[in-house]
C-alpha cells in the first residue's frame, strides 16, 4: 500500500490510521510535489485494486468510486485535525470493512482524555460513551471500560495528586533477552563484571536524591528493568539496603519489585526482599505454554513457574502481579484458554494483560521478516476470556494504556483485587506526580504544581558504559530538573 501526501503536519496520525486498518501490510509514502495551498477540501482516493490510497488538498480530481471529500468546518488547525482524522478514519473503515475498539485515538492513555472529558464538560456516563464515539470514534464497549478504570483511578489518585513523588530505580540486567522486548536489557551473564560498579553508581544516585529533593521520601519505589532478580542474592540485598539506606520510608505506601522471569528466582531471594519490606512483584509468565516460552527466548519452563509463585506463597507475599501477552507467535485461542485456566489455578493477586506490539527495538521485528507476519487470532475475544478470568478472580480494572502497532489495535489492562492495585502503575501513566527515576536508561520527569499542567523530563544514558562513566553528569541533570522553582 502506498500513501501519498501533501499534508506533512498530519503525516503521524494518518500513518498510524493506517497501519491500525491494515496491520502487517507493508506500506510506503511519498510526499507529493504539490505543496498544500488550500484548507478548503480533501479528497481521497483508492484504488480500484485497494493497493494505493492518496489524499491531496483541492486540486486533484481523481475518476472512481472509491472517493471520499472532506470539507473542514473550522479553520483552527487542533478542530481541523480530528475533523481531518475522523474524515480518514471513516474512510479506512469504508474501504476496509472494518471498525477499530479504540477509533482514531492514538495516544497511550485515553483514560486520562476520558477523565478530562467528564470533568470539564460535566457529561454524564452515558453522555461521555457517547462524546468519546462522536469525535473520536471509539466503540462504546472500550469507552465505557476507559470511564470505569478512570473513575477508579482518580479516586485512588486522589492523595497523590500534585504533591509527594515516585521513585523509579532501573535493573538494565536480564538472564536472556525475550523475542518481544524493547526495554534496556543486558545480558547478565556477559556483564556480571559490570554489577557492582552499577551498584555504587545507584549509590550515588540514591544519596545525590536525598538532598536534591530535601529529605522528603517517596510515595511509592518501582524496581524495574530489566529483571531485577537478575542480581544474585547478595546483590539484590546490597541494592535494598542502599534504599533502606537512602530513603526514608515513612510515606512510602508501595514497594514493588519487578522479579519477572521465573529463572530469575529462589527461594533466598524472595527471603532477601520480604525482609526488606517489598510489599508487591511480579511473577511473569507471558504464557503458559513450554513450546511459546522456548521460542521467545525466555529460557524457563512452565513448572518453574508454579515453583517460583509456590515460594513466594510460601514467604507470606500477598500483593503478586502476573503479566501475560496476548497475541505470541504461534498461539492461539485455545493456547489463551489454557494460559487463563492456569492463572485461574495460582490465583495472583493482580494481572496485567498486554496485546503484543510489535516495537522497532525488539528481536520481533527480524523474526518477522525471516518467518512472515504472525497468524491472527481472534483478538477481542482472547481479551474478553482474559477479562472474564480477572472478574472469576474478583479482580477490576484498574488502569489501562496503549501502545503502537498493538495486536488487534487494542490495549493493555491491569486487573487487580480491592486493596491490591498498582498505585506506581496508575501514577505513572496518570502523570499526577513527579518520577525521580534512576539507573541507566531511565525518565525522571518533573509535574508543576502551578496549573499549568507543564511537565519536564530528563533522561540519563542507555549505553551502559557511557552511564557508568557520565554518572555526576546524570545526577547534575536530575539536580537542574527537580532544582526549578515552581
Not at 500513501?3 to 506533512?8: A, D, F, K, V
Not at 563484571?193 to 550515588?204: G, H, P, T
Not at 544516585?205 to 524496581?223: H, N, Q, S, W
Request: aromatic share 10%; hydrophobic share 35%; glycine share 8%.
Amino acid at each position: 500500500m502506498i500513501l501519498s501526501y501533501n499534508l506533512e503536519s498530519f503525516e503521524y496520525d494518518v500513518y498510524a490510521l493506517l497501519t491500525s486498518f491494515y496491520p502487517g501490510v507493508e506500506s510506503k509514502q511519498c510526499i507529493a510535489e504539490k505543496a498544500m495551498e488550500s484548507m478548503d477540501e480533501l479528497h481521497v482516493h483508492q484504488n480500484d485494486d485497494s493497493s494505493v490510497s492518496m489524499f491531496f488538498f483541492a486540486g486533484d480530481v481523481f475518476d472512481s468510486d472509491k472517493e471520499y471529500v472532506f470539507r473542514p468546518s473550522s479553520t483552527d488547525e487542533r478542530e481541523v485535525k480530528w475533523e481531518l482524522k475522523r474524515f480518514f478514519y471513516d474512510s479506512l473503515a469504508d474501504m476496509s470493512g472494518r471498525t477499530l475498539p479504540w477509533g482514531g485515538l492514538t495516544g497511550v492513555r485515553p483514560t486520562k482524555l476520558i477523565m478530562g472529558t467528564a470533568k470539564e464538560q460535566g457529561l454524564s456516563d452515558e453522555g461521555v460513551i457517547r462524546y468519546m464515539y462522536d469525535n473520536y470514534r471509539v466503540s462504546e464497549e472500550k469507552a465505557a471500560l476507559g470511564l470505569k478504570i478512570a473513575r477508579l483511578e482518580d479516586s485512588l489518585l486522589e492523595p497523590h495528586r500534585g504533591r509527594g513523588y515516585g521513585l523509579y530505580i532501573g535493573i538494565p540486567f536480564c538472564p536472556s533477552r525475550c523475542l518481544y522486548c524493547s526495554f534496556l536489557a543486558y545480558a547478565i551473564g556477559a556483564y556480571q563484571k559490570y554489577v557492582s560498579e552499577y551498584l555504587e553508581c545507584i549509590r550515588m544516585e540514591l544519596e545525590a536524591m536525598r538532598g536534591i529533593m530535601k529529605g522528603e521520601g517517596p510515595d511509592t519505589i518501582y524496581i524495574g528493568g530489566g529483571t531485577p532478580t537478575a542480581l544474585s542474592e547478595d546483590e539484590l540485598g546490597v541494592l535494598l539496603d542502599l534504599i533502606e539506606e537512602n530513603v526514608p520510608m515513612d510515606k512510602v505506601k508501595e514497594f514493588t519489585v519487578e522479579a519477572g522471569r521465573p529463572d530469575s528466582l529462589n527461594a533466598g531471594k524472595f527471603a532477601v526482599m520480604k525482609e526488606h519490606k517489598v510489599s508487591r512483584i511480579s511473577v511473569n509468565p507471558q504464557t503458559f505454554k513450554d513450546e511459546t516460552l522456548e521460542l521467545i527466548g525466555r529460557r524457563h519452563s512452565v513448572a518453574q513457574l508454579y515453583d517460583a509463585f509456590e515460594q513466594a506463597r510460601a514467604e507470606g507475599f500477598d500483593n503478586i502481579n502476573m503479566d501475560l501477552i496476548l497475541g505470541l507467535p504461534g498461539e492461539d485461542l485455545n493456547d489463551v484458554e489454557h494460559t487463563l485456566k492456569c492463572v485461574r489455578e495460582l490465583a495472583p493477586d493482580s494481572l496485567t494483560v498486554h496485546s503484543l506490539a510489535i516495537k522497532r527495538a525488539s528481536r520481533m521485528k527480524e523474526w518477522i521478516a525471516q518467518h512472515g507476519a504472525i497468524s491472527g487470532m481472534d483478538y477481542e475475544r482472547a481479551m474478553k476470556i482474559a477479562s472474564d478470568t480477572a472478574a472469576a478472580l474478583d479482580m477490576r480494572p484498574y488502569y489501562l494504556y496503549r501502545q503502537k502497532n498493538m495486536a488487534g489495535a487494542l490495549e493493555n489492562t491491569g486487573f487487580a483485587r480491592e486493596g491490591k492495585y498498582g498505585l506506581y502503575n496508575i501514577i505513572i501513566m496518570e502523570e499526577v506526580q513527579s518520577i525521580y527515576a534512576i539507573g541507566a536508561g531511565t525518565v525522571s520527569k518533573k509535574v508543576f504544581t502551578d496549573g499549568s499542567g507543564r511537565i519536564e523530563r530528563c533522561d540519563t544514558h542507555k549505553d551502559l558504559s557511557l552511564y557508568l562513566s557520565d554518572i555526576q553528569a546524570m545526577i547534575e541533570r536530575k539536580r537542574r530538573l527537580f532544582g526549578n522553582e515552581e
